[in-house]
T-cell receptor, first 113, second 110 residues
Framework: NAGVTQTPKFQVLKTGQSMTLQCAQDMNHNSMYWYRQDPGMGLRLIYYSASEGTTDKGEVPNGYNVSRLNKREFSLRLESAAPSQTSVYFC????????????FGEGSRLTVL | GQSLEQPSEVTAVEGAIVQINCTYQTSGFYGLSWYQQHDGGAPTFLSYNALDGLEETGRFSSFLSRSDSYGYLLLQELQMKDSASYFCAVREGGNNRLAFGKGNQVVVIP
């Protein structure tokens, strides 16, 4: 059982380049999330998707777009990367119900030069 | 809006007890979660409190007081593997949307 899988694990971009972070979960969860983690800042929510076909902004959505491709997959796109987007990105999923429990992927470490 | 306050770092010896506090201010509150994260790893879920009181899961316990906007995580019988960062997270609404605090690093020494 793979859980939440993120690709790529590492990426270096130049300012202005675009890229997509992929995330897939095999737990049949309805909700999926993208967070970023910076040193000393904890995790901040970028976007989330409560169910297939819906997406909503989180705390720090500027500079990002998302697509909930199907129930399993939730991608995060940087259209024009900036150095301020250098971070570790975590995808997570959650089953329906008020559990307070998110299942996280291993993270994607992005550096923008 | 929301804000979560957590102290930054704690060092303790193996076998000791550590309490990590979390105070929060948020416009909507549904519950408080706790997560553990080892260096370079993914956050992993420890516990969730929706109601006031103490929840015990093995060596770890979590407490919530909604009237005080306060919770804590209690780590007992500390082991070296407990060296990690610990985050509290407020559930602000449905669909398990969580807002995380900045975290508290626990260093366990022999």
């Amino acid at each position: 059982n793979a859980g939440v899988t993120q690709t790529p694990k590492f990426q270096v971009l130049k300012t202005g380049q675009s890229m997509t972070l992929q995330c897939a979960q095999d737990m049949n969860h309805n909700s999926m999330y993208w967070y970023r983690q910076d040193p000393g800042m904890g995790l901040r929510l970028i976007y989330y998707s409560a169910s297939e076909g819906t997406t909503d902004k989180g705390e720090v959505p500027n500079g990002y777009n998302v697509s909930r491709l199907n129930k399993r997959e939730f991608s995060l796109r940087l259209e024009s990367a900036a150095p301020s987007q250098t971070s570790v990105y975590f995808c997570a999923s959650a089953r329906t119900g008020n559990t307070g429990e998110l299942f996280f992927g291993e993270g994607s470490r992005l550096t923008v030069l | 809006g929301q804000s979560l306050e957590q102290p930054s770092e704690v060092t303790a010896v193996e076998g000791a007890i550590v309490q990590i506090n979390c105070t929060y201010q948020t416009s909507g509150f549904y519950g408080l979660s706790w997560y553990q994260q080892h260096d370079g790893g993914a956050p992993t879920f420890l516990s969730y409190n929706a109601l006031d009181g103490l929840e015990e899961t093995g060596r770890f316990s979590s407490f919530l007081s909604r009237s005080d906007s306060y919770g804590y995580l209690l780590l007992q019988e500390l082991q070296m593997k407990d060296s990690a960062s610990y985050f509290c997270a407020v559930r602000e609404g449905g669909n398990n949307r969580l807002a995380f605090g900045k975290g508290n690093q626990v260093v366990v020494i022999p």
